[in-house]
């Protein structure tokens, strides 16, 4: 059965500071991860990473893929409270057409 | 964003009613999923569709059935709702399986 873990579950930080989320894995035919924000709402695509090694940037995020090792990590620099929200982890099998997802990361940005 | 749509958004019921939760998209995707999200549990893959009549069960199927008749129609319905599944329910879609674009979620209680 496959199985995503996000660390930690909840986070509480103040602006500015720098954040990383972890998510590890075990799949048996990994296809890719995926990375989601949810604000008080649905979830809304930030990544999908399917390589080791390559960073996946996007303004004050970023995302790095580790196969080896079986994670990924998501940070976040000069965090604000416009951050704060929950984020989820998926991961996809090469066999199917479904995402397994962790529990997800509760992270709040203080002022 | 992915136009994807729920109704109702907000629902209660009783013990023992039938419910219908529906999902509509216009993106023409061919992959379709309801999820339930529950505290501690992250999002959980209830059924899927990967096309028309096409449909598999997902990780807590249990006491869930659903429909698609349609390419943009995806219905999840509770034959006898019982209180174990007051949650909140998510539609998602995708053109392929990895990318998935999510509704706005439908809180039902079931009292």
Same mark, same amino acid.
């Given at each position: 059965?496959?199985?995503?873990?996000?660390?930690?579950?909840?986070?509480?930080?103040?602006?500015?500071?720098?954040?990383?989320?972890?998510?590890?894995?075990?799949?048996?035919?990994?296809?890719?991860?995926?990375?989601?924000?949810?604000?008080?709402?649905?979830?809304?695509?930030?990544?999908?990473?399917?390589?080791?090694?390559?960073?996946?940037?996007?303004?004050?995020?970023?995302?790095?893929?580790?196969?080896?090792?079986?994670?990924?990590?998501?940070?976040?620099?000069?965090?604000?409270?416009?951050?704060?929200?929950?984020?989820?982890?998926?991961?996809?099998?090469?066999?199917?057409?479904?995402?397994?997802?962790?529990?997800?990361?509760?992270?709040?940005?203080?002022? | 964003?992915?136009? *994807?749509?729920? %109704?109702?958004?907000? #629902?209660?019921?009783?013990? +023992?009613?039938?419910?219908?939760?529906?999902?509509?998209?216009?993106?023409?995707?061919?992959?379709?999923?309801?999820y339930?999200?529950?505290?501690?549990?992250?999002?959980?893959? *209830?059924?899927? %569709?990967?096309?028309? #009549?096409?449909t598999?069960? +997902?990780?807590?199927s249990?006491g869930?059935?659903?429909?698609?008749?349609?390419?943009?129609?995806?219905?999840?319905?509770?034959?006898?709702?019982?209180?174990?599944?007051?949650?909140?329910?998510?539609?998602a879609?995708?053109?392929?399986?990895?990318?998935?674009?999510?509704?706005?979620?439908?809180?039902?209680?079931?009292?």
């Amino acid at each position: 059965e496959d199985k995503v873990v996000q660390s930690p579950l909840s986070l509480v930080v103040h602006e500015g500071d720098t954040v990383t989320l972890n998510c590890s894995y075990e799949v048996t035919n990994f296809r890719s991860l995926l990375w989601y924000k949810q604000e008080k709402k649905a979830p809304t695509f930030l990544f999908m990473l399917t390589s080791s090694g390559i960073e996946k940037k996007s303004g004050r995020l970023s995302s790095i893929l580790d196969k080896k090792e079986l994670f990924s990590i998501l940070n976040i620099t000069a965090t604000q409270t416009g951050d704060s929200a929950i984020y989820l982890c998926a991961v996809e099998e090469t066999s199917g057409s479904r995402l397994t997802f962790g529990e997800g990361t509760q992270l709040t940005v203080n002022p | 964003d992915a136009g *994807i749509t729920q %109704s109702p958004r907000h #629902k209660v019921t009783e013990t +023992g009613t039938p419910v219908t939760l529906r999902c509509h998209q216009t993106e023409n995707h061919r992959y379709m999923y309801w999820y339930r999200q529950d505290p501690g549990h992250g999002l959980r893959l *209830i059924h899927y %569709s990967y096309g028309v #009549k096409d449909t598999d069960k +997902g990780e807590v199927s249990d006491g869930y059935s659903v429909s698609r008749s349609k390419t943009e129609d995806f219905l999840l319905t509770l034959e006898s709702a019982t209180s174990s599944q007051t949650s909140v329910y998510f539609c998602a879609s995708a053109r392929n399986a990895d990318t998935q674009y999510f509704g706005p979620g439908t809180r039902l209680t079931v009292l």
